[in-house]
C-alpha cells in the first residue's frame, strides 16, 4: 500500500528555520517524482515544485524559488521542504504528493495527510 | 509560465443535477490537464488525469474532456458526496500549475 506520511504540526516564530518532512512507503521512493503543494487558509491549492528522488533533481515554481529547499534522504525513503528564515506569509497546509507519469502526462496520485505550519511572533 | 482559469468559481446546485466546471489555459496544454476534488478539511484527491481518463475509484458519473486550451469537468448526476471544490492542473511543462478551484455547493 502506497503511504506519504507527513511530520506533524509546526509553530514557529519569524526568522526561525524549519523542515518538514514526507516519508513514503509501498513503492520504490526512487522512481516517482514528489510534489510539494501549498494551502494558504481558506485558499486554494498552489503548486510549489517536484523533486526526483533518484538524484535530489529539484523543479521549482518561480513563486517559490529561492525562499524554499527540497530536498531527498533515500536511504530513509523521505522528501523534506525546508526554509531557512520563516515569514508570517508562510503560514499554510503544506502537502507532499506522488507524481504519477505515464504516456507524457503526470498527476498526484498519492497525496499525505498534510503539515499545518503557523508562524507568528 | 502557463496561467489556469477556472469558470465559475462557485456554483450552487441540486443532488441529481448535471454541473460542468470549465478550465482555460493560457496556452495549449492538450491533453495534460488533470482535475483534483478536495472536500472540507480533506486532502486533495484527482478524479480526471490526461483530460479524460477517470482516475481508478471515482464514479463513472464524473467525466472530462477538451483540447487545446479549453477544458470541462462534468458531473452527471451530482451526489451528496461531490460537493467541494475542485481544482485543475496542468503538467505541460514546469512549472505546473492548479487553477484557482471551484466550490460546488448545496442549493
Known amino acids: 500500500e502506497v503511504q506519504l506520511v507527513q511530520s506533524g504540526a509546526e509553530v514557529k516564530k519569524p526568522g526561525e528555520s524549519l523542515k518538514i518532512s514526507c516519508k513514503v512507503s509501498?513503492?520504490?521512493?526512487?522512481?516517482?517524482?514528489i510534489g510539494w503543494v501549498r494551502q494558504m487558509p481558506g485558499k486554494g491549492l498552489e503548486w510549489m515544485g517536484i523533486?526526483?528522488?533518484?538524484?535530489?533533481?529539484?523543479r521549482y515554481s518561480p513563486s517559490f524559488h529561492g525562499q524554499i529547499t527540497f530536498s531527498a534522504d533515500k536511504s530513509v525513503s523521505t522528501a523534506y521542504l525546508q526554509w531557512s528564515s520563516l515569514k508570517a506569509s508562510d503560514s499554510a497546509m503544506y502537502y507532499c504528493?506522488?507524481?504519477?507519469?505515464?504516456?507524457?502526462?503526470?498527476?498526484?496520485?498519492?497525496w499525505g495527510q498534510g503539515t499545518l505550519v503557523t508562524v507568528s511572533s | 509560465d502557463i496561467q489556469l482559469t477556472q469558470s465559475p468559481s462557485s456554483l450552487s446546485a441540486s443532488v441529481g443535477d448535471r454541473v460542468t466546471i470549465t478550465c482555460r489555459a493560457s496556452?495549449?496544454?492538450?491533453?495534460?490537464l488533470n482535475w483534483y476534488q478536495q472536500q472540507p478539511g480533506k486532502v486533495p484527491k484527482v478524479v480526471i488525469y490526461?483530460?479524460?481518463s477517470l482516475a481508478s475509484g471515482v464514479p463513472s458519473r464524473f467525466s472530462g474532456r477538451g483540447s487545446g486550451t479549453d477544458f470541462t469537468l462534468t458531473i452527471s448526476s451530482l451526489q451528496p458526496e461531490d460537493f467541494g471544490t475542485y481544482f485543475c492542473?496542468?503538467?505541460?511543462?514546469?512549472?505546473?500549475?492548479f487553477g484557482q478551484g471551484t466550490k460546488l455547493e448545496i442549493k
Open positions: 504528493a506522488r507524481q504519477y507519469c505515464g504516456g507524457g502526462s503526470c498527476h498526484f496520485d498519492y
Open positions: 509501498g513503492y520504490s521512493f526512487t522512481s516517482y517524482w
Open positions: 523533486i526526483y528522488p533518484g538524484d535530489s533533481d529539484p
Open positions: 496556452q495549449t496544454i492538450s491533453p495534460y
Open positions: 490526461a483530460a479524460s
Open positions: 492542473e496542468h503538467s505541460y511543462s514546469t512549472p505546473y500549475a
